[in-house]
C-alpha cells in the first residue's frame, strides 16, 4: 500500500518534507495495526498460518488448540524457550514467573509497538521480518503440537513412589502412593492459574448469561430453573477467597439491588438450600456484611413453610418461594405449626438431612433458634427410618401420625438420594465446635462403621463403596462420583478432636480406620481419573475400574478433588497437589472451551467435545477446592471453617470474633 505513493512521475514531489512525515505517520499506523493484530486477535497468528480447519469449531478445540485461549501459564509450559528458560532457573533453583498486571502488560505493550516502529525502517524490511517470524511460528506450532500430544499420551506416566511409611504416620497401612512426573506447578503459578480459569468462565457468564441461574457457554445464553441468579450466589464466595474484587463488587451488587426472591420458580428444597441460603450464610461468615445476612434470613423464613407437621419434621422436596412472599407468609415461629399432617409425606435422605447444617448456622448468625429447630426435630427421627448398621434407606414415606415407612425403591447406598444427610451428621458436630456429646457424631460414627461392613468391597487393591438392596441380594456393579466425597469426610472424621480445636492436625489412634478408609476412596476415585485417556473421572466408574481406558462423561464434578484437598490439608503427601497439578491440565486440555468450561462428553476420547452445560458447583466447588488445594493451611483453615455440600465455608462457632 504505501508501495503505491512511490510512483517514478512524481517522485520528487513525494520526496518534499511534508511526504516523509505522511509516510512516517502511515507507516508508524500500519506497523502498530499489524502488531496488535498479532499480539490480541483471538483466532491468534499461530493457529492462522497452520491450521485448516474452521478454529472456532467448539467440535475442532482439543485437536487444534488455540493458543490464546490457554493460561499463561500454560502458555510458558510449552513455549520451547521459555521451556528452557524455566528448566535452568530450576536448575539454578531459581524461580521468576510472576504473574503480570495489567497496568505492566499494557506498559509492555507499549514499549514493543515503540521498538517495531524504530526497528522497521522501510517496508521491504518489515516484510522480511513477518516472514521470518512466520517461519518460527510454524515450527513454534509443530512442537507446540508435538508437546501437547506428548502430555496427553505422557500424562500419568509416573516416576516415583513415595513412601507413606516414611511420611507424617507411620503404622497407618497405606499402600504407597505413586506420583507423576509434572511439578511444573509452584503453589503461587498454581493460585494464578486457577484464578485464569475462574475468570475465563465467569466471563461467559457475564457475557452471556448475567443475573440467570446458569450459562450455556456453546450456545452463548443463560437458563433459569431457579430463577434466582444461581451462579452469581454459588460464586461469590469463591471470587472472596481467590481474591477477585473487581467480580466480587460485581456480584455483590446484583445481590443487593437484583436479588428477588418472589421472582423464584417453583425449585428443589435441597438445591435452594444448598446452593443459595449456603452460598449467602458462606459470604456472610467470610465477609460480616449484613446485606447477605438479611438475604439469608428472608430466605430462611420463606424456607420454614415447608415443614407442614411436627411428627414427620421434613422439608418438602419442591418449593415454591413466590407462593410465599406474595402471601407474605413468612414464619418467626414454629407456634403454629400443626402436631400431625393429614397427608402422606414421601422424601429421601439426602432431601430429609441436608438443610440441617444451613438451618444450624442461619439459627447462630440471626439469633433465632428456630432454623436449629428443625434440624434437630429432624435428626431425632433418624433411628425410624429403616437401617443396617446405620446405614438408611434411601427412600421413605412418614405418615400423618408420624409413622415411617420403607418405599419399594429404596436401596443402601451413600450417593444420590443419600450422600450429603451422611456429610451433615458430621458437619453439624464440627459446626458446633466438635463437643464431646453429639447426637450429630454418634450418629455418624455408627453410619461410617456401618458403611464398611455393609458397603465397602475390595477389589484389585482398589476399595469401592457399593450399593445394595434392601434385601441383600443385589449389589450395582457401578459407584457415582457423588460417593468421592466420603473419602475426605471419613479421613476429617479421624482426626482427635482436641488437637483440631487447637489447630493441630493428628489422627485419633482409635479412628485409624477412618483415616485407612477414607484414604483408599480418595485413591480409587483419583484413579478413575488417572485411568482415563483424557485425566477426567467419569459421572460412573465401573466395579472393578478397568486397568486403563476409563470411560464415561465428566460432568466438573467436585467430590474427588474435594477429597484430595482434605487428604492434603490432613497429610501434606505431595501425591495429592501432584494429582490436583494433573486435573488443572486436563480440565485446562479438555473442558476448557472459547466461552468459559464446559462438561466433556467422553473422557476416554482425546478428541472429545463438550456438552453445553457449565454448572455453577464448578465454580463453587471444584475451582474452591483446587485453589484451596494450592493455598497455605490458613486460608479457610479447617479447624476454623466447616464446608456445607456445595463447598460454602461456614464459621465455625467457637471460633467467632
Ligand atoms: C453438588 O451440588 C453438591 O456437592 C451436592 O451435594 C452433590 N452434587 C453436586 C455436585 O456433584
Not at 512466520?134 to 506450532?141: A, F, Q, R
Not at 497407618?172 to 492459574?193: F, G, I, R, T
Not at 425410624?384 to 409413622?403: K, L, R, S
Request: net charge negative.
Amino acid at each position: 500500500m504505501i508501495r503505491g505513493f512511490h510512483s517514478k512521475k512524481n517522485e520528487k514531489f513525494y520526496l518534499t518534507t511534508r511526504f516523509k512525515i505522511l509516510s512516517l505517520f502511515l507507516f508508524l499506523v500500519c506497523s502498530l495495526v499489524i502488531f496488535v493484530n498479532f499480539s490480541n486477535d483471538k483466532n491468534g497468528k499461530t493457529l492462522k498460518i497452520t491450521n485448516t480447519k474452521e478454529q472456532n469449531s467448539e467440535t475442532d478445540q482439543h485437536n487444534l488448540p488455540n493458543f490464546d485461549e490457554l493460561s499463561k501459564f500454560e502458555k510458558n509450559l510449552f513455549d520451547p524457550v521459555k521451556k528452557k528458560e524455566k528448566e535452568k532457573e530450576k536448575q539454578n533453583g531459581l524461580h521468576t514467573y510472576e504473574p503480570k498486571d495489567e497496568a505492566e502488560l499494557e506498559t509492555e505493550t507499549e514499549f514493543k509497538t515503540e521498538h517495531e516502529q524504530t526497528k522497521g525502517e522501510t517496508e521491504a524490511e518489515t516484510e522480511t521480518e513477518l516472514e521470518e517470524e512466520t517461519t518460527k511460528i510454524e515450527t513454534e506450532e509443530e512442537i507446540f503440537e508435538q508437546e501437547k500430544k506428548n502430555e496427553r499420551v505422557g500424562k500419568a506416566k509416573r516416576f516415583d513412589y513415595f513412601h507413606f511409611e516414611d511420611h507424617k504416620y507411620p503404622g497407618l497401612n497405606v499402600p504407597d502412593l505413586p506420583l507423576a512426573s509434572y511439578d511444573y506447578c509452584k503453589e503461587e503459578e498454581c493460585l494464578e492459574e486457577i484464578r485464569e480459569m475462574f475468570l475465563h468462565g465467569w466471563k461467559a457468564y457475564k457475557k452471556y448469561a448475567w443475573g440467570k441461574d446458569d450459562v450455556h457457554p456453546k450456545s452463548k445464553r443463560g437458563s433459569d430453573w431457579m430463577g434466582l441468579g444461581l451462579t452469581i450466589i454459588d460464586s461469590i464466595d469463591t471470587m472472596w477467597i481467590l481474591g477477585l474484587k473487581k467480580e466480587y463488587e460485581e456480584a455483590r451488587e446484583w445481590i443487593k439491588t437484583g436479588l428477588d426472591f418472589s421472582n423464584a420458580v417453583t425449585t428443589s428444597f435441597f438445591e435452594l438450600t444448598i446452593r443459595v441460603l449456603g452460598g449467602l450464610i458462606s459470604i456472610f461468615d467470610l465477609t460480616q456484611d449484613e446485606l447477605y445476612k438479611d438475604k439469608a434470613d428472608e430466605l430462611g423464613q420463606a424456607m420454614l413453610n415447608v415443614f407442614t407437621s411436627q411428627s414427620c419434621p421434613f422439608p418438602h422436596s419442591r418449593i415454591s418461594l413466590k407462593q410465599y412472599f406474595y402471601n407474605n407468609h413468612l414464619k418467626t415461629s414454629n407456634a403454629n405449626l400443626p402436631a400431625q399432617s393429614r397427608s402422606r409425606f414421601s422424601s429421601n435422605l439426602a432431601e430429609s438431612y441436608s438443610f440441617t447444617l444451613e438451618f444450624a448456622r442461619l439459627s447462630e448468625i440471626t439469633n433465632n433458634p428456630i432454623y436449629r429447630h428443625y434440624a434437630d426435630q429432624a435428626m431425632k427421627q433418624l433411628k425410624h427410618i429403616q437401617n443396617e448398621d446405620g446405614v438408611y434407606a434411601t427412600h421413605f414415606t412418614c405418615e400423618g401420625d408420624g409413622n415411617i415407612e420403607t418405599s419399594h425403591q429404596s436401596k443402601y447406598s451413600i450417593q444420590s438420594f443419600a450422600d450429603s444427610a451422611y456429610e451433615y451428621f458430621l458437619k453439624v458436630w464440627l459446626l458446633d465446635g466438635s463437643p464431646a456429646q453429639s447426637m450429630y457424631r454418634d450418629h455418624f460414627d455408627h453410619s461410617l462403621n456401618g458403611i464398611q461392613n455393609v458397603l465397602l468391597h475390595e477389589r484389585d487393591g482398589l476399595w469401592y463403596v457399593r450399593v445394595r438392596s434392601m434385601n441383600g441380594n443385589h449389589f450395582d456393579t457401578k459407584m457415582e462420583h457423588l460417593t468421592c466425597f466420603i473419602g475426605g469426610l471419613s479421613a476429617m472424621s479421624s482426626l482427635d478432636p482436641h488437637d483440631f480445636r487447637n489447630g493441630q492436625i493428628t489422627i485419633d489412634p482409635k479412628r485409624k480406620s477412618h483415616f485407612q478408609f477414607g484414604n483408599q476412596i480418595t485413591r480409587t476415585c483419583a484413579e478413575s481419573y488417572s485411568r482415563a485417556k483424557t485425566g477426567l473421572g467419569p459421572f460412573r466408574l465401573s466395579i472393578p475400574l478397568p486397568k486403563d481406558n476409563v470411560h464415561g462423561r465428566w460432568h466438573t464434578q467436585p467430590e474427588t478433588i474435594e477429597s484430595i484437598f482434605y487428604l492434603w490439608r490432613i497429610t501434606h503427601h505431595p501425591y495429592y497437589r501432584n494429582w490436583g497439578y494433573q486435573l488443572i491440565r486436563s480440565i485446562q486440555r479438555y473442558a476448557r472451551i472459547k466461552n468459559g468450561f464446559a462438561t466433556v462428553k467422553d473422557i476416554s476420547n482425546l478428541e472429545t467435545g463438550n456438552d453445553d452445560e457449565t454448572p455453577s458447583f464448578f465454580f463453587s466447588e471444584t475451582l474452591k477446592y483446587l485453589f484451596l488445594l494450592f493455598s497455605d493451611d490458613n486460608v479457610v483453615p479447617l479447624n476454623k471453617w466447616v464446608f456445607n455440600t456445595e463447598a460454602h465455608p461456614f464459621r465455625i462457632k467457637e471460633f467467632e470474633d
